[in-house]
């Protein structure tokens, strides 16, 4: 073996010119390979941490008679439906070991009223604010205000559907007792071209006909995390206030009807007039309208249709999908579970795209490379007829010209795919700490998050050196069947 090394590269100084063609596109093609494993795993980390850990949860259960599961960007805000028997749900949920946080929530569109404009719509997520800080402590940022907790009632508006209410009707919402934050309205705008306002108005939007009006105030402006121009589209109110914006009622706690308005119904129809604009004025008397009853878990007429569904990280999401499932199943509960990506629908099938132009590029550039080298180990080949053919005349076999080429490429695959290697370890740390910002919403999505944050692991670097062995493998196949057909007849003959 020690002479098929010294031979080999003897000759690799001899042909100096092809050596360095061959090494520079071994180089080459180890550091796109390096560089496009890291932006792929930084995809997926990326896209691991801002969605799974700060938005959707690992897993996403809904209800049976949901017909799509893409649940969270919906056609036309089409409304998901309701989970019911959702406290047996919720038990199952929480009582699976796998399982460290359940979050229920209520997904709906509502109509934001306003004198000046023409409506508006809007995404809300009804939930406790507790259990969602709980749940997605790094998930929202605060920008302006105080993020209401306990059973405080009123509106975490997001920054993105602020601005977008400022260019539909020129309303620039703040928390309840504060004035406009100059540096955070758009650039140029003069803060008294803006309509202020505290409180939003809502009115619900879904296939009931109980619908009701509300007052929301705004208790904080919150800015996401990552994806804020595409997730920003949904703010948070509390649970009851969106029960009733969207006309849900609990129907174990039946309405109490005032003692006046009694006997309003029970008196006789002719004498209504007589009543409500006669001289009678306690009969005219205005009520106290009666407080929508508090929604509770339990309640099968509740807006909550999402469970957003976090697991231990040691877990797996398709083990705990399968036990969940079988769960309710069991039970007979009307509820399913289904992965995150499924409830993104067409943001995470985008995302998936991304990565597998990402994985495509990669296997081009792998491909190439093999093509590239295999051309040029061949004419090489075709070039040394007369030096193999010597070899063989003196008595070199087969298996000693396969071993020559078989060195030959290592030598140059380990030294300059090597390099290619380490240079695109040092360009990923590079690229991280420039720490590039992503453009659009587009951009975000291709870096899984709002920089630019390619991750090399060690398997990475693992899948790195396995793909330089294979390209140098099947490069060096059919060149070597080339010089094994050398015999010393030819190297006569081309003399």
């Not at 929530?105 to 023409?118: F, I, P, Q, R, Y």
């Not at 998936?352 to 792998?366: P, S």
Request: charged fraction near 15%; aromatic fraction near 8%; glycine fraction near 8%.
């Amino acid at each position: 073996m020690n002479i098929v090394f010294r031979i080999a590269w003897k000759n690799l100084m001899r042909h100096r010119g092809k050596s360095l063609v061959i090494g520079s596109i071994l180089f080459t093609g180890a550091l796109i390979m390096t560089v496009g494993n890291a932006v792929i795993s930084g995809l997926d980390a990326g896209l691991a941490q801002n969605f799974r850990q700060r938005m959707t949860g690992d897993i996403v259960v809904i209800s049976t008679e949901q017909l799509k599961d893409n649940v969270f960007f919906t056609p036309m805000g089409e409304p998901v439906e309701s989970i019911n028997r959702l406290g047996e749900v919720l038990k199952i949920v929480t009582q699976n070991t796998a399982v460290r946080h359940a979050l229920p929530v209520a997904k709906g569109m509502v109509t934001v009223l306003n004198e000046d404009s023409e409506p508006y719509f809007q995404m809300l997520f009804g939930v406790n604010f507790d259990d969602y800080f709980r749940t997605f402590p790094n998930g929202l940022q605060l920008v302006e205000g105080q993020f209401p907790t306990g059973t405080t009632s009123g509106l975490i508006l997001s920054t993105q559907s602020r601005e977008a209410l400022f260019k539909f009707a020129n309303l620039w919402p703040v928390p309840v007792g504060e004035g406009i934050v100059t540096r955070n309205l758009p650039e140029g705008t003069p803060p008294d071209s803006v309509i202020r306002r505290d409180q939003m108005i809502y009115m619900g939007y879904s296939d009931r006909n109980t619908s009701l009006d509300i007052i929301a105030q705004v208790r904080a402006v919150g800015k996401y995390a990552a994806f804020n121009g595409l997730w920003g589209f949904f703010s948070l109110i509390d649970i009851q206030s969106y029960n009733q914006c969207m006309g849900y009622f609990d129907e174990k706690e039946p309405q109490k009807i005032a003692e006046k308005d009694k006997e309003l119904l029970e008196h006789p129809e002719q004498n209504l007039d007589d009543m409500l604009f006669g001289d009678n004025n306690d009969a005219a008397a205005p009520t106290q309208p009666t407080p929508v009853p508090t929604i509770t878990p339990d309640s099968a007429t509740s807006g909550y249709n999402l469970i957003l569904v976090r697991i231990d990280p040691k877990q797996t999401i398709s083990e705990t999908l399968i036990t969940l499932n079988r769960s309710f199943k069991a039970q007979h509960l009307p509820a399913k579970a289904i992965t995150w990506q499924a409830a993104l629908g067409q943001v995470a099938q985008m995302a998936l795209l991304m990565r597998a132009v990402l994985f495509g590029f990669v296997m081009t550039v792998f491909i190439v490379a093999i093509i590239v080298i295999t051309n040029t180990l061949s004419l090489a080949a075709m070039e040394r007829i007369a030096e193999i053919g010597m070899m063989r005349a003196i008595g070199a076999r087969r298996r000693f010209i396969s071993w020559l080429f078989i060195m030959e490429t290592g030598v140059l695959s380990i030294v300059f795919g090597g390099a290619g290697i380490i240079a695109g370890t040092l360009l990923v740390t590079v690229l991280r700490l420039l720490h590039i910002k992503a453009a659009n919403n587009f951009v975000e999505l291709f870096y899984g998050g709002t920089t630019f944050n390619p991750v090399l692991s060690l398997p990475d670097i693992g899948l790195g050196v396995l793909q330089l062995i294979v390209v140098t493998t099947v490069s060096v196949i059919y060149p070597i069947l080339i010089a094994r057909k050398i015999s010393p007849m030819d190297a006569i003959s081309r003399e």
